[in-house]
């Protein structure tokens, strides 16, 4: 089998810094920590950190390999529009489906949208969403009473929900909706002292947007497993949300099961016992680099081909697009070789399943082709 | 090293179908979801369809790969009868351990028997037992007290027993064995208001069935990891088990921990720590097909070879017989020649070993030549 | 890639028996069972048999994989003295960090210097210390106070400490320090009625000595994940720490994950996120034998390559050392070969993250050069 030239569907990504990082700020972004380095060691000595070093630099005229050094002072020298240019440029990704909830220097979606040369989609973030109405409601009531219709307005234009609730709590939530007065009396306990900008963690609040999301009927998408230091990985296993998924069963909503890693197996049950669950590989094989087939290869394991879901969940630096797309495409390439070559596939299966994890699953999930 | 053709012992197994399925009732049989597939997906685009298609037509004189509407076209037409005795002619199982305690069209034992050619078991499931019990009991105080009897006089012909615990509570259960005052004032709420054919989810009557069972001293089979939307994953994981484990350990009972996916190496870990313990590798091979080698690995870390046990968990279809055992062959075979190969292995120990977890290990457990 | 002959620090092992094993007992320093085999059933069956089995003979001048009864003649011959000498002495080790808590017949450690003729440094053991400190105290008040004395003490000698709160408790800790008047009415309940060389299993206590032995800014090594049947594994996943590890961080203090099977991939994201947080790859490979390259692959998705620390955790058997360091060799050998010739990492990058790995992480975390 040669390797298929798939067209890609990013089912979930950030947008990319306007401005040239600095080496600190090009680290930082390669890990999930949020400190520097400890001593003696470096946030680029990580499969991740390889990855970049084997990928971006043919992209910019060097050589895969050469020292971080060299390929920051070419980065500059070219600048950030030249780079996100060329490096998004290099993906194959034809739709992207941007999570539009976090800050800090990044371009905005036309922006973005300029940049990448593909369709850009919104996802919207609830977390954010209610953050901003809490700045700006005039009551805890008002507050309340209108998140669901926020949700709902928003559901007007983006395809499809976000939810951090695994950072701000846990999944271990109540899988319940709460009622109207559990929500008025948490809009009022957030409020009463929160600071302008002051983060949403209430479980009843998130309880409230998730299941306001649900009832828009589209595609929820719930961050599972690893992440950076303000969750508990333990309290992100997608098993967690079992009871919640079954409750919002007969909504008709969607449930996407972000990243997951190390819990990929418990996600592709999930999406095998359920028939709303989709499970997405995305993050996982970034960050596991020269490992990221037998990552994917567990994915392959339960979840039903036309349950699986390609993202990159990069953010800030494009070099994520490029690792994200080149690590998918090859581990995906890799087992789909193996197994048509001991004959336990048809070839003509394998180029399906390539097609459907690479974006036809997301082109009909969320409607892309609408 | 060659292939060894080894006689096997499916220690774990379900009767077949009378009749010929529908094409929904055989896509329904492959997968443990309870609905029909999402739109636009299918339960045949799983590892575990593409397994049946690659060893299944064959058998029926079809090409490996073939489009499913052909392969069912080619069973209807030999009929039922027919494709059972060719399928499960061709495995080399020579003794099934066959769990009594599912309804649904199946052939009878002596039916089965008389389908496959081999030597029949029988493993008496403890909730059904209970369920008929109570579905004839004069009284809660009757059916209590008429509990341990009934399971005793099972132990008169039953190889083992088999507990659903996880699927009807989960393995989170106090592990104590519950008082006689207990279990009567258990058994009169459960009564009280039971339908006929009510299934038994009462955790002190389960707990009762699970020590009720240990004292007659037969291998004890139950439930781990992952099944249908009935269970809680999460509440499955046989390290939930342990303390039950070692409470139990001077009854002199076996416990079999059945399945496991995806805790493999948990249930690995329990059968190395504990004489009394013994894992199973069926269901998790025949649902992730060409992973199968790769998760049969995870069970051969820290499990004693002496404790391995194969099975297929197969039920309805013949089909899951096949698939089990090509499997569990083609994946024990690769790993043995891979590590002999490198001088890991010597060439004796791995047919030793290949020996013991596709049979030997079940016939001593069970006592099968005796 | 030729294969490196690395000189390796063996961050965390134990001594080894100063006389002849019997036979039970060399199987039994070779499993965590605290049982005999279940009937028809050895504890040489296993991964870390079959792999003691290949390594060791030829060392005694024997064939790999020759039956053991010949290996333990041959063994008998040389005397328990020179088989210290031979085996230890084929390892590479330079450096050993020994856990001097264990008895039973080991060697001391200038009787394990001498044998194995590197350089000896010593972990304590803090269950351990305060057992001792408990065998002699005056009162439950001069304990209490004197605890955090005593490992201040023993900061002066060692180059760090080892926790066993894992078998005691679990790690399911309250993560926060006691105050003093906790520790003394701890102190009071423990000593009350305790049989002298009583174990420490109160949690106030081992709290108090974690964060005793956190503020002397020595690494602190925790066990995590399986071992004997003393311990509930699933009690043991290194991410019931994650408080903990947050709570101590401001101490400066390093915490150092050990063994961790089956969570290898949760340590890894531990030690990922958190600068303070390194992983141990040792007991998981000796007892996982030819899967150690798989299981060591785990440990290297997420796992920063400036953290990961080898060891043997070797105890009794000199069998265990020798183990221990083939498969780390062979296992990070072979991942790098794999990956080099693929291009995913550079040649250089590999030889050098084989260096940290092998021992040039442990000496700058422990100060070994100073």
Redesign the interface.
């Known amino acids: 089998m040669t390797p298929p030239r798939l067209s890609l569907v990013d089912q979930h990504c950030h947008s990319v810094l306007r401005d040239d990082p600095t080496a600190d700020s090009f680290a930082a972004h390669l ?13 680029l ?3 991740l950190g ?2 970049v ?2 990928w971006c630099p043919p992209l910019l005229g060097l050589e ?2 050469c020292p971080p050094g060299h390929y920051l002072d070419r980065r500059r020298e070219l600048g950030a529009d030249e780079v996100n240019r060329r490096l998004l440029g290099s993906t194959g990704i034809t739709d992207y489906l941007l999570d539009t909830g976090l800050d800090g220097g990044l371009l905005d979606l036309p922006g973005f949208a300029a940049a990448c040369g593909g369709a850009v989609h919104e996802i919207v973030r609830l977390e954010r969403l209610a953050e901003h109405a809490a700045d700006t409601a005039g009551s805890a009531e008002a507050l309340a009473d209108g998140l669901a219709g926020a949700v709902r307005e928003a559901a007007r234009t983006a395809v499809g929900f976000k939810s951090i609730a695994a950072y701000r709590h846990g999944l271990d939530l109540d899988p319940a909706a709460p009622s109207r007065a559990e929500v008025r009396a948490a809009a009022g306990r957030w409020l009463d002292g929160r600071p302008p900008g002051g983060r949403l963690t209430d479980p009843v609040l998130l309880r409230h947007l998730l299941w306001s999301a649900a009832e828009t009927g589209l595609p929820l998408q719930l961050h599972t497993g ?1 992440g ?2 303000d969750l ?3 309290r992100c ?1 997608p ?2 949300l ?2 919640f998924i ?1 409750a919002v069963r007969p909504t008709g909503c ?1 449930v996407v099961l972000l990243h997951g ?2 819990y990929l ?2 996600a592709g ?2 999406a ?5 669950v989709y499970a997405d590989i995305g993050l996982s094989l970034s ?5 990221a087939g ?2 994917l ?2 994915a ?3 979840t ?4 699986l879901l390609f993202s990159t969940d990069a953010h800030g630096l494009p070099e994520l697009f490029v690792v994200g797309t080149e690590l998918f495409r090859r581990g995906l390439t890799g087992l789909l070789a ?2 048509t070559a ?5 070839a ?2 394998a180029e399906r ?1 390539a097609a ?1 994890a690479g974006g036809g ?1 997301a082109r ?1 999930l969320y409607g892309l082709d609408g």
């Open positions: 890990t999930e920590s949020d400190a520097p380095p400890a001593p003696g060691t470096s946030h000595d990580t499969q390889f990855a070093r084997r895969p390999h690893f950076d230091p508990r990985l333990h296993d098993l967690l079992t009871d079954r969607s890693y190390p197996r418990s049950y999930l095998h016992a359920y028939p709303h960050y596991t680099g020269a490992r037998a990552v290869a567990e392959l394991e339960l039903p081909f036309g349950k193996e197994w001991e004959g336990a596939w048809s003509a299966d399943v459907m699953n009909r």
